[in-house]
């Protein structure tokens, strides 16, 4: 298995841009997590969709972050205009319910850089 | 606010020590998992509990869930360099399928 797959790895983009990142989550796994992780806030969740469907959306920060899962295989998430505070390291993450305990399994990741 | 405390936040040892990191909360989960996370990469799940009072082994990692499972503890016996890394214990509360993930502790093990 391929695990999760998230690109690019690295972006840097000009203050005011737009940002797209995307996420391939495991086959066969029914929810998928974005996280968002700095060095003074650590590991924030910011969205997690359950079946392509956004259960909680409670974590992104503002109107300039959205997500969309069209299928079951795909995933981004898209900051615009973006703003040097949103540097950051993204994590996408998925798992499956297995009934009492569920297990998130993490790609490696986009590093974002907003100058 | 962090809805799981993690202690220490950072710990630098030697290779051979033992060491003891401390996941609390006030809130109860239906599981706990603990992850370890590498300079560039994503954490990766290194275990799962679940029932109150239940310990786990992995190798030289003994993790344990409190009774009321409100907290849990990660020993590692004998430390070696391979063992540097952030250590994040994540609950998965009763809102489903939503982890919260603690502050984390950073390791460093010195050869």
């Known amino acids: 298995d391929a695990g999760v797959i998230q690109s690019p790895r690295h972006e840097v983009t000009e203050m005011g841009q737009e940002v797209t990142l995307r996420c391939k989550p495991i086959?066969?796994?029914?929810?998928l997590f974005w996280y968002r992780q700095t060095m003074m806030r650590g590991l924030e969740l910011l969205i997690y969709?359950?079946?392509?469907?956004?259960?909680?959306d409670s974590g992104m920060p503002e109107d300039r972050f959205s997500a969309k899962m069209p299928n079951a295989s795909f995933s981004t998430l898209k900051i615009q205009p973006s703003e040097p505070r949103d540097s950051a390291v993204y994590f996408c993450?998925?798992?499956?319910?297995?009934?009492?305990?569920?297990?998130?399994?993490f790609g490696q990741g986009t590093r974002l850089t907003v100058v | 606010t962090q809805l799981l405390e993690q202690s220490p936040q950072f710990l630098s040892i030697q290779e051979g020590e033992n060491l003891t990191v401390y996941c609390n909360s006030s809130?109860?989960?239906?599981?706990l998992q603990w992850y370890r996370q590498e300079p560039g990469e994503g954490p990766v799940l290194l275990v799962t509990v679940v029932t109150g009072g239940e310990v786990k082994k992995l190798k030289r990692l003994t993790f344990q869930f409190g009774d009321a499972r409100k907290d849990s503890s990660l020993h590692i016996t004998a430390a070696q360099p391979g063992d540097t890394g952030l250590y994040l214990c994540a609950g998965d509360g009763n809102n489903f399928n939503k982890f919260y993930f603690g502050s984390g502790t950073k390791l460093n093990v010195k050869p």
């Open positions: 969709f359950n079946n392509n469907v956004p259960i909680d």
């Open positions: 086959s066969g796994h029914n929810s």
């Open positions: 993450a998925s798992s499956h319910d297995r009934g009492r305990a569920t297990e998130a399994f």
């Open positions: 809130s109860v989960f239906s599981s």
